[in-house]
């Protein structure tokens, strides 16, 4: 194709196949179901749900060469563009990164044409445009002629003569010859100076937007003198506004008051030995490690209930909180890392409750450094958004940890891009969260403002004064909003609020980052940077024009799973290796020098109770820990060779006598179900419980010398004997004592929760290819030339060629002798219509073979099915 082009559609054709793959790349949604030609391709383009999703993802100086060309002439000439970007005086760096905005926009399809008619796609300059209803970011108004598109002829001859024009004899010429007036930076300063103070004051108010104000009907002189020169015009029954011409002539041609062509500097940066950072992160990421396995084990035997709207409650948070050693917030985080990485999940029974899964019993049998992996991988593409736990959802109800509505769809973005950005600096740099934000902001203006499809209302701040109607008799009174120079008009590319949901993301991310060991001091550490290297797709610093095109969906699983097997391959060496040993002391109590290998921690957690934790672990041995380790199954004696086998040092003279004294009095009662009861050889300590007062809730009654009889459950006879003091053991219907294991709780099996994809999914090169090869096939058969072709009756504009049975036949078999191409018209086994380019291979038993050039494959069609055919022009493949 040659010359300039017309459509969109027409541009398209011209791209390389490298630059369709770009824009499919830049714009997924746009493959849903692959476009049959370049026109359904430019089409799809230019809906509002793509051109919204396509807009969101600018970054913010993209964003206001977007807006400066939704309020330029269209079409804009690159010139213009750059004077609206840079104003009168120019701006070294606006000019030098104009270029890439442009392309930017022409790579996404939101802009076309050469550079001297750029032309914005019609949904988007709806979408940027201003109005009444959607304020634009620029702070402008409409223009000359749209805000006097309702004026009389009169009132428009009134205003060109007072500003000195000369009549015109229609609206039209009037509503040119103001404009031209208000363009004319001469013509247009030389009526600035005639006017008074205050009427200057009042459009320095308007200035930067919003451009709207309230009026009365009884305008002081000073505002009269703007509503007579048309510098105010009408913009409703008791409102006005600064055309947009003059605007930009007080603005000295600025759009934007404060263009951003650079990003914000991730400054200032504290620099950090990169060794000590590693080794704080190796730390953080064994302690996460030992956090989440504590929390295993407190649900061992199952967790708490799950409330009928789904989650913990509070208490049951609270509680998990205390048993953590930590806080409620943190307590959500470790809760929601589990259950994203299959750890934990409701057991789905009638009475539902939580527990640990199958998995994790898989989980806790890996060495460290993969089971940091796991939780690295569920973490950074998870969706779930544990810091949104305690707050509020649509409706003012409190979101549960472990409940619905946690999911945020661009916290994986967020992620990877919050990381990406510590992996840009040198090894062992940090820089504060707040840098990290602002940049994050700057990438994805309109995602932290709420979204393009989300512009707020206009905050015009009318105030009427006084009472009365007529446009444009009115006056505009203090009540008209001052914006100033300092403050730009509120919308989509304005700085987000501080808490917009991507600065929390951004925040939360940081912190979790440096819970799980991804980051140490606040800097990325070696095995951080493995781990979002590999997963990211835009890591410098300076890549805006990468990371505006980025999809920012997450890479597939197997890369993130790859990725975090890398990183968990540099964590290992810093972890610290278990040990086989614990130091045994003579206050009861045991010191772990390091964290112990898998059954000795197993072992040792049933014989004794965990004191203190940290670089060291402390376990005391009391009666009852020793007692649960009896009821285990273990004897004395195994219980004092276990210890002697794993202490370096000999068992204290106090922990044997313990253990011997607890043995010896070990099961000498027994309890079994009579309800329940109770017996011993020895009477003379039945006849003592019976005496005891403590015994009374127990309700106990003697059957015999040797048996007591009980009204209570045997497990609560078996609590309050042991309350009292004693140490009975449980015993089976045929008398043998019952060893109580400590058997563990599981859910069925079950997977971890899947991501709530943030659009649709990255395609890959093989899927870009091929529908690239598809939308060049269907546009081929589209708009391939074809010969005249005699049809029984005129065919309607669009409708499939129509040739008899003979002619078809005829055609393909004088097409197969020539080699040459044929363009048909086929329906389907579904009714389904479309237009074709073939080679017929072969004719033979009412079926034609050929090579179609849409779908780049030989087929076999059914003649019958072959509305018409047509020879195609010489040049047309």
Not at 6 to 35: C, I, K, S
Not at 250 to 256: P, T
Not at 613 to 637: E, H, I, N, Q
């Amino acid at each position: 194709m040659t010359g300039t082009p017309r459509t969109l559609a027409e541009e398209l054709r011209t791209r390389t196949d490298r630059g369709l793959v770009g824009l499919l790349r830049a714009r997924p949604d746009l493959l849903n179901p692959v476009p049959g030609d370049v026109t359904q391709l430019a089409t799809r383009a230019g809906t509002r749900a793509s051109v919204v999703r396509a807009v969101e993802r600018l970054d913010r100086f993209v964003l206001q060469t977007a807006e400066a060309l939704a309020v330029a002439p269209d079409p804009c000439p690159y010139d213009t563009l750059g004077a609206l970007m840079g104003g009168d005086t120019g701006d070294a760096a606006v000019a030098a990164e104009l270029p890439r905005a442009v392309a930017e926009l022409r790579a996404q399809a939101l802009v076309w044409g050469p550079d001297d008619r750029l032309r914005l796609v019609r949904t988007a300059r709806e979408l940027l445009s201003p109005s009444a209803a959607h304020p634009s970011p620029t702070g402008l108004g409409p223009t000359v002629a749209e805000a006097a598109a309702g004026m009389s002829p009169g009132r428009l001859q009134e205003i060109i003569a007072a500003a000195g024009l000369p009549a015109t004899h229609d609206p039209v010429t009037a509503v040119a010859a103001l404009s031209a007036l208000f363009s004319d930076r001469a013509r247009m300063a030389a009526l600035l100076d005639t006017a008074p103070a205050e009427s200057v004051a009042v459009l320095d108010k308007l200035l930067w937007g919003p451009p709207y104000g309230g009026v009365t009907d009884r305008p002081a002189p000073h505002l009269q003198w703007l509503l007579d020169r048309g510098l105010l015009l009408p913009a409703g029954a008791r409102n006005v506004v600064l055309p947009r011409e003059a605007a930009l002539h007080l603005r000295a041609g600025r759009a934007h008051h404060t263009p951003e062509p650079i990003p914000p500097a991730l400054s200032p940066v504290t620099e950090r030995d990169p060794q000590l950072v590693d080794n704080a992160a190796a730390s953080q990421a064994f302690t996460a490690l030992a956090t989440v396995e504590e929390l295993l084990k407190e649900w061992d035997l199952g967790g708490p209930g799950v409330l009928r709207a789904g989650g913990m409650s509070v208490r049951d948070l609270k509680r998990t909180a205390t048993a953590l050693d930590t806080t409620e917030q943190l307590a959500a985080f470790w809760l929601e890392l589990a259950y994203g990485a299959g750890l934990i999940a409701s057991d789905g029974e009638a009475d539902e409750r939580f527990a640990a899964t199958p998995a994790a019993e898989e989980w806790l049998q890996l060495p460290d450094h993969e089971r940091w992996a796991v939780l690295a991988a569920a973490w950074l593409s998870a969706t779930r958004t544990a810091g949104l736990v305690g707050s509020a959802d649509a409706k003012g109800r409190a979101l549960a940890a472990l409940g619905p509505h946690l999911d945020r769809s661009p916290a994986p973005e967020v992620r990877r891009r919050a990381l990406a950005l510590l992996s840009g600096l040198p090894p062992g740099t940090a820089v504060p969260a707040a840098a990290v934000r602002s940049r994050l902001q700057w990438e994805r203006p309109l995602r932290s403002a709420g979204g393009a499809g989300q512009v707020p209302a206009p905050a015009t701040g009318r105030t009427p004064a006084g009472a009365g109607a007529g446009a444009g008799a009115g006056a505009v009174e203090g009540g008209v909003p001052s914006s100033g120079p300092a403050g730009p008009a509120p919308g989509p590319a304005g700085s987000a609020p501080a808490d917009d949901l991507r600065s929390r993301l951004a925040q939360w991310t940081l912190t979790e980052a440096e819970l799980l060991g991804v980051t140490g001091r606040g800097a990325l550490s070696t095995h951080g940077r493995a781990l979002i290297d590999a997963t990211s797709a835009d890591t410098t610093s300076q890549s805006a024009a990468a990371s505006s095109a980025a999809p920012g969906a997450a890479p597939p699983p197997a890369d993130t799973d790859a990725a975090a097997s890398r990183a968990a391959a540099l964590l290992a060496p810093l972890l610290p290796e278990p040990v086989d040993h614990v130091l045994l002391q003579a206050d009861l109590t045991a010191v772990a020098p390091g964290p112990l290998h898998r059954p000795l921690a197993d072992a040792l957690g049933v014989l004794a109770d965990i004191e203190s934790k940290g670089g060291a672990t402390v376990y005391r041995f009391t009666p009852a820990s020793v007692r649960r380790a009896l009821d285990a199954g273990r004897s004395a004696v195994e219980l004092q060779e276990f210890l002697t086998a794993h202490s370096r040092t000999p068992v204290p003279q106090p922990l044997a006598y313990l253990i011997d004294d607890v043995a010896r009095k070990h099961g000498r009662l027994r309890v079994g179900v009579a309800t329940a009861y109770v017996r011993c050889d020895d009477d003379a300590l039945l006849s003592e419980i019976l005496a005891d007062r403590r015994a009374a809730t127990l309700r106990l009654r003697r059957l015999a010398p040797t048996v007591l009889a009980a009204q209570t459950a045997p497990d609560q006879l078996l609590d309050g004997l042991r309350a009292m003091g004693y140490a009975p053991a449980a015993e089976s219907t045929a008398g043998d004592v019952l060893i109580a294991r400590a058997d563990t709780y599981r859910t069925p099996p079950r997977t971890a929760p899947t991501p709530v994809p943030d659009g649709p999914p990255a395609p890959d090169t093989t899927l870009l290819t091929a529908a690239v090869r598809a939308i060049r096939a269907g546009d081929l058969a589209a708009t391939a030339e074809r010969k005249p072709v005699r049809a029984p009756a005129p065919a309607a504009p669009g409708a499939l060629p129509r040739t008899t049975s003979a002619e078809t036949l005829a055609t393909m078999q004088a097409a197969v002798l020539t080699h040459s191409a044929l363009w048909i018209g086929y329906v389907n086994a579904d009714g389904a219509a479309s237009q074709r380019v073939i080679a017929p291979v072969r004719v033979e038993g009412g079926f034609v073979t050929a090579y179609d050039h849409t779908s780049d494959e030989v087929r076999t069609y059914p003649l019958h099915r072959i509305t018409g055919v047509a020879e195609l022009a010489d040049d047309s493949v």
